[in-house]
């Protein structure tokens, strides 16, 4: 028996392992990066506020005739140069947070791909099979276990057409396990097929010549289940008694419920 959670198996991570390092690394050198890419942005615009004021000022020499032609060229260039130095390290601050959320992504995938190589039961259930030994390399898709969820245990029954016609979605039943005739277990009907079939050929039914049937789920309740989890045992043979149509009688006193305490 496993728990809701219980860990199965565990593949090795070594190897991705190893790629989270070199992700984590690289994570860390963007961050770095995108530090020092924003010290040259201050560094650019502090330049490029002083180029500015510069230029503002020999413009306005040059407009009272005090400064050259060539003085104001000189300074305009380099004005143009600190602004294009600016735009150059805004863009390579913007290059570093792309690098940075590449990398975080990275190191997510691989997490996720760790996280993966961890099984854990879904359901609270019985190990019915260990399909794969410690050590063994398993494909994509391998099956590692076989675990039977025991809320969910139901009896497939076969009914001819007659009878499988007048069968509800949701109607009372009871099954006796040819294991433990002396208990009665109360079910409900959940699945009738749409279409007939031929019957199996371990089925047995009352008379042999019925070719076709209809195939019935008749569901235990998995509160139930769930009370008497420990005794719950799955391909297990046995009888299911229906109630078909309305207005039926009760159940006679060999059919009322009697369940393990």
Same mark, same amino acid.
């Given at each position: ?29 963007? /961050? ?12 650019? %615009? ?31 260039? /380099? ?11 805004? &863009? ?8 940075? /959320? ?5 190191? $997510? ?14 359901? /609270? &259930? ?46 009372? $039943?009871?099954?006796?396990?040819? $294991? ?15 279409? $007939? ?19 019935? %789920? ?19 043979? &046995? ?5 078909? &149509? ?16």
């Amino acid at each position: 028996m496993v728990s809701t959670g219980q860990v199965l198996a565990r593949m090795d991570t070594a190897d991705l392992e190893a790629q989270r390092r070199a992700a984590e690394a690289e994570f860390a050198k963007a /961050r770095e990066d995108r530090a020092v890419a924003v010290n040259v942005v201050a560094q650019r %615009k502090a330049d490029a506020n002083l180029a500015r004021a510069e230029l503002a000022r020999v413009e306005a020499l040059f407009e009272k005739k005090v400064a050259s032609t060539q003085s104001l060229d000189q300074v305009r260039a /380099r004005s143009e140069s600190a602004e294009a130095g600016l735009r150059v390290a805004s &863009g390579n601050v913007d290059a570093a947070e792309a690098s940075i /959320r590449s990398a975080e992504a990275n190191v $997510a995938r691989i997490q996720t791909d760790i996280d993966d190589s961890t099984l854990i039961a879904p359901v /609270r &259930g019985r190990v019915l099979y260990r399909l794969a030994e410690p050590g063994e390399v398993l494909a994509a898709g391998g099956k590692v276990v076989t675990l039977l969820d025991l809320t969910d245990v139901y009896m497939t029954i076969f009914l001819p057409t007659a009878e499988a016609g007048r069968v509800r979605i949701g109607s009372e $039943a009871r099954l006796v396990l040819d $294991a433990a005739p002396e208990f009665v277990i109360p079910a409900t009907v959940s699945f009738v097929a749409p279409e $007939a079939q031929f019957t199996p050929k371990e089925v047995e039914t009352r008379t042999e010549r019925e070719k076709l049937m209809f195939r019935i %789920k008749v569901q235990v309740d998995p509160g139930l289940l769930e009370q008497h989890i420990e005794d719950v045992k799955t391909g297990l043979p &046995g009888v299911a008694y229906l109630r078909i &149509g309305p207005g039926l009688p009760k159940w006679p006193a060999s059919l009322k419920v009697r369940l393990p305490e």
